[in-house]
């Protein structure tokens, strides 16, 4: 890089700085004039090019948000800033909504997606896109997404249950993925306690759908120790014996 163009990175990060610091006064006006001008000074910088769309989304100008930050998602550094690439986009889809254009706004959260795969924002919004449209399959798909992506026990545990009741079914297959999503909030519960009781129902529901015997005897087995009614313990304990007695009669 020569001696000018150092000059102008600084001074482009500088009046950023400015425009950072008019923002946290809330005269957003005054920001945007100054990311203008380091705008002018160095085209197509990933940084200002950000700052200037995020600046025109807090201030409600939706179709300008749209316009700068719509086509991060190209930029030759948008890898090296994924995140906050992938926040902007987001932004970027969410002045679509605003405008009455929702569909460019599911091109957006994708995009957002390809740069941050664990973007929350993203999951979420693309999953409520899908159920919107009765899509629930590729919703739950999301959901369990959002649900490794989760930084608590409890926001897991939740998005898992939540990913096994969309995708629950009569049919088997649909079974299939419900137990599975429903197992990954189990596993994430641990140690299990007798508030799970009703998510271990919906597992054991599952895989008697899903024909998963073995599972569903161990899940019986689960039920059995978490439950304080002597009455209702003895009958996980049968059903239990019962699942693993059909289980040794096959092999």
């Keep these: 890089m020569e001696l000018g163009d150092k000059?102008?990175?600084?001074?482009?990060?500088?009046?950023r700085q400015i425009a950072a610091a008019y923002e946290r006064l809330d005269r957003?006006?005054?920001?945007?004039?100054?990311?203008?001008n380091a705008d002018r000074l160095k085209r197509n910088d990933l940084?200002?090019?950000?700052?200037?769309?995020?600046?025109?989304?807090?201030?409600?100008r939706w179709h300008e948000a749209t316009l700068y930050l719509g086509k991060l998602a190209d930029h030759p550094d948008a890898?090296?800033?994924?995140?906050?690439?992938?926040?902007?986009?987001?932004?970027?889809?969410?002045?679509e909504i605003r405008s009455r254009r929702p569909k460019n706004a599911v091109e957006h959260f994708e995009a957002?997606?390809?740069?941050?795969p664990d973007s929350e924002m993203a999951l979420q919004a693309l999953a409520e896109i899908l159920l919107e449209q009765g899509d629930t399959r590729s919703a739950a798909l999301l959901v369990e997404r959002q649900g490794q992506a989760a930084e608590t026990v409890a926001e897991k545990v939740r998005l898992f249950e939540k990913a096994g009741d969309l995708h629950s079914g009569s049919d088997p297959d649909r079974a299939r993925a419900a137990a599975a999503a429903y197992g990954l909030a189990v596993k994430e519960a641990d140690p299990l306690h007798?508030?799970?009781v009703p998510l271990l129902a919906k597992l054991l529901n599952a895989q008697e759908i899903a024909h998963d015997t073995t599972g569903a005897a161990r899940t019986q087995e689960l039920m059995a120790s978490l439950d304080s009614d002597a009455e209702e313990?003895?009958?996980?304990?049968?059903a239990a014996a019962q699942g693993f007695s059909v289980i040794a009669d096959d092999q």
């Design 28 to 36: 957003l006006d005054e920001a945007f004039a100054n990311l203008r």
């Design 194 to 196: 007798a508030a799970h």
């Design 79 to 95: 890898k090296k800033r994924a995140a906050e690439v992938a926040r902007g986009l987001c932004h970027a889809a969410a002045a």
């Design 47 to 60: 940084l200002t090019t950000l700052a200037i769309g995020e600046n025109r989304y807090r201030a409600g």
């Design 7 to 15: 000059n102008v990175a600084v001074k482009v990060e500088l009046i």
């Design 233 to 238: 313990r003895t009958g996980h304990l049968r």
């Design 112 to 116: 957002a997606l390809r740069l941050k």
